[in-house]
């Protein structure tokens, strides 16, 4: 029996609900941000989610958030998300990466080894509207740019650069085919090209009359050029094999892993944390391992075949999700010299399920996994998911270094913030394209700068809220409220 498919909307009706959303929710209407009647308290949000997450390694949770407002908003995505539920939303729903703050973008390889940029945490995806990633995005770009001391027009300059490269970002894909948008990615000729026009830009600007600022900026755009080339020399040389240098330790011919406490904690360590022997440790970890790879494609899990454990530990990651349930795993190829680190984050309910609704996928690591292929132009050949031991707790699995690196945003002048402000609004535009409807979404933005401003203003007053919640937090631990481990 045949099925009847649903018709599908033309250009014309997907253009006019962009338009008649763009009726209801002016996009200047996500200008003036006040927070909501009964804000929740943001201690109270951060004490909720230590509820769930491993004791000791709370105090390092917060210790990382307390060194700047930075770091703080970095760990704040559950006080962010309950603000942004009673903002204004167009109604225009994508897949959203939920914790799209600057730090979030990086580098990696793709399957072919290819370095790439995109997105590359994706704890806290789900569907939603996507001024959500939008405003946490910008929001970003403005306290990054004050933790850094920029003048407020260099501060306000990187944060719009960021809306405005999202908005045309859209208004191109809207313009695009559909295999056109799902094959389109920044891949590290792509970046290359436009550090290096940007140089050549100052360049031209610094020889013709633009006097002494022009000239700065012409020895910044250089200086942040050498900056990005190093940093992708050392992305290149990240993989397992230097992991293991880092990470490993050669013990009567065979290496395992270093004990490193309370960062990284061996399995033959970890009796005390999960009441399990160092000889039932290993064990639960071959029996996760088969039922990871049950969740990869055939020839992935032919690969693996290749690989056996040798060691295990926990091993603490990030800023928002330090105590939540992280491990690496060690494994040998042909022998010690032919590593792979696997790298195992447990998987908590999305910090936007209690306003948007709870996922389509019943396992936490399933979420994370799905919603990263559908966002990323290219994933982790190792992505996959199980459950845990305890089964109510939900984990995926990637590779722990695969050619991975992260801009040293506090290092960055304004006119480098700018312009990386540029690629991660094309960058989450693209994703939000794959997704959403870029047609519809793009009719919605307009092609003026009233969104740009908008959110502009919204990034400033909420990165004053920002301010006022890490002072709020800070005096918790001031007060022995919270408790926070310097340094670690």
């Not at 970095?74 to 990466?97: F, H, N, W, Y």
């Amino acid at each position: 029996m045949a099925t009847q498919q649903a018709a599908r909307p033309s250009l014309g009706e997907r253009r006019a609900r962009g338009e008649q959303a763009r009726a209801q929710v002016p996009p200047s209407g996500h200008a003036g941000w006040v927070p909501a009647a009964g804000r929740p308290d943001p201690v109270a949000l951060l004490e909720e989610q230590d509820s769930t997450r491993e004791p000791d390694l709370v105090p390092v949770r917060h210790g990382r958030m307390l060194v700047s407002p930075f770091t703080f908003y970095r760990g704040a995505a559950k006080i962010m998300a309950a603000d942004l539920s009673d903002t204004p939303v167009a109604g225009l729903e994508v897949q959203l990466c939920g914790d799209a703050h600057l730090s979030n973008f990086g580098v990696f390889a793709s399957p072919e080894r290819q370095l790439m940029f995109d997105l590359n945490d994706f704890d806290e995806t789900l569907p939603g509207p996507f001024e959500y990633d939008v405003k946490r995005m910008t929001a970003s770009f403005t306290i990054a740019a004050r933790h850094n001391g920029f003048s407020k027009a260099d501060t306000r300059a990187a944060t719009l650069a960021s809306v405005t490269a999202y908005r045309e970002a859209i208004a191109g894909f809207a313009e695009q085919g559909t295999m056109d948008i799902w094959y389109a990615r920044m891949d590290e000729n792509q970046v290359t090209a436009a550090v290096r026009g940007m140089v050549a830009d100052t360049s031209k600007q610094a020889k013709g009359a633009g006097g002494k600022r022009a000239k700065r900026q012409a020895k910044l755009a250089m200086q942040a050029a050498k900056r990005a080339k190093r940093g992708r020399d050392k992305a290149v040389a990240r993989d397992s094999l230097q992991a293991l240098s880092k990470l490993g330790e050669l013990v009567g011919g065979s290496y395992r892993i270093v004990s490193q406490p309370p960062i990284v904690v061996p399995a033959r360590e970890l009796a005390a944390t999960y009441g399990l022997s160092a000889d039932d440790v290993m064990p639960v970890i071959e029996d996760q391992f088969r039922a990871y790879r049950a969740t990869l494609p055939d020839d992935r899990r032919k690969l693996l075949e290749g690989y056996e454990i040798v060691d295990a530990a926990r091993k603490v990651v990030g800023v928002g999700s330090v105590g939540t349930r992280a491990f690496i795993v060690l494994l040998q190829g042909r022998d010690p010299q032919d590593p792979l680190f696997l790298q195992i984050k447990e998987a908590t309910a999305s910090v936007l399920e209690p306003h948007l609704g709870k996922s389509r996928y019943r396992q936490h690591g399933e979420r994370v996994v799905q919603g990263q292929r559908m966002m990323q132009a290219a994933s982790d050949i190792f992505l996959g998911w199980t459950k845990g031991l305890d089964v109510r707790r939900h984990y995926y699995w990637r590779q722990l270094r695969d050619m991975k690196g992260s801009a040293l945003v506090e290092e960055m002048p304004p006119i480098a913030l700018t312009f990386y402000a540029q690629l991660c609004g094309w960058t989450l535009a693209r994703a939000h394209a794959r997704s959403g409807d870029p047609v519809a979404i793009a009719a919605y933005l307009g092609d003026s700068a009233a969104f740009d401003k908008a959110i502009a203003d919204f990034a400033r007053r909420y990165a004053d809220q920002n301010d006022k919640d890490y002072q709020q937090f800070a005096a918790a631990v001031r007060g022995g409220q919270l408790q926070a481990a310097a340094g670690a």
